[in-house]
């Protein structure tokens, strides 16, 4: 089983609201991965965490706020989004053998967010 | 900087036919390099992918060419079928890079129709 699931589907939210973004894989892939896909374009990497630490920041404001409880959650937390970031949000995973992330991501539906 | 392009932006074929994108890279570090398939409101899904050590790799009706001296490679999919419309796209990365230092670069993608 190769399935990663994210919720919720669809989001709106206003730019004072806090909202959070779940992702979900029980593949007992230890690299997860947080990206941002607007219309037309190909998925933006934001963030990587590895053995449940974050590694990889892309420069990503602080208006998002990911967290990693587990090994197979990983949350996207958002506050005070402006109407730009509305976006496919989209979560991956991948194995971590021998300590090294493997090639193979593997992608979530996504949550398509749109900022009032 | 683009590291990876890709090419056409679109593509029409006809039910039956045979649909060929392209893609460069540049960075000569890239070992690893997938396709995703991308239908409207989804998450990417591996469709499949090859390392620079074979010239051709197939899976059913689809099939990755490699020229490592010229740093192409192209997906082609032969029987073209209406299911098959979708946005395609390649993608490289450096494998075993290390620790949690690990990136896709992905192509800008091409969208695919197939007329019956």
């Known amino acids: 089983d190769t399935e990663v699931t994210q919720t919720p589907k669809h989001l709106v939210m206003g730019m004072t609201n806090k909202k959070s973004l779940k992702c979900e894989q029980h593949?007992?892939?230890?690299?997860m991965y947080w990206y941002k896909q607007k219309a037309k374009k190909p998925p933006e990497l934001m963030f990587v965490?590895?053995?449940?630490?974050?590694?990889i920041n892309e420069s990503v404001p602080s208006r998002f706020s990911p967290e990693c409880p587990n090994s197979s959650l990983l949350n996207l937390h958002l506050h005070a989004l402006q109407p730009e970031d509305s976006a496919l949000y989209l979560c991956?995973?991948?194995?971590?053998?021998?300590?090294?992330?493997?090639?193979?991501?593997?992608f979530g539906p996504g949550t398509r967010l749109t900022v009032l | 900087q683009q590291q990876v392009k890709q090419s056409p932006q679109s593509l029409i074929v006809q039910k039956g036919g045979i649909s060929i994108i392209n893609c460069a890279y540049e960075?000569?570090?890239?070992?690893?390099f997938p396709w995703y398939q991308q239908f409207p409101g989804k998450g990417p899904a591996l469709l499949i992918a090859?390392?620079?050590?074979?010239s051709e790799k197939k899976e059913g009706r689809f099939t990755i060419s490699f020229n490592k001296s010229a740093k192409q490679f192209s997906l082609h999919i032969m029987d073209s079928q209406p299911g098959d419309s979708a946005t395609y796209f390649c993608?490289?990365?450096?494998?075993?890079?290390?620790?949690?230092?690990?990136?896709?670069?992905f192509g800008k993608g091409t969208l695919l129709t197939v007329n019956p």
């Open positions: 991956a995973s991948s194995q971590v053998v021998g300590g090294i992330n493997t090639d193979t991501q593997y």
């Open positions: 593949m007992g892939h230890r690299a």
């Open positions: 965490y590895s053995y449940e630490k974050l590694s």
């Open positions: 960075n000569t570090a890239f070992d690893y």
């Open positions: 090859i390392r620079p050590d074979v």
């Open positions: 993608a490289a990365t450096r494998s075993h890079s290390g620790g949690s230092n690990y990136k896709l670069t």
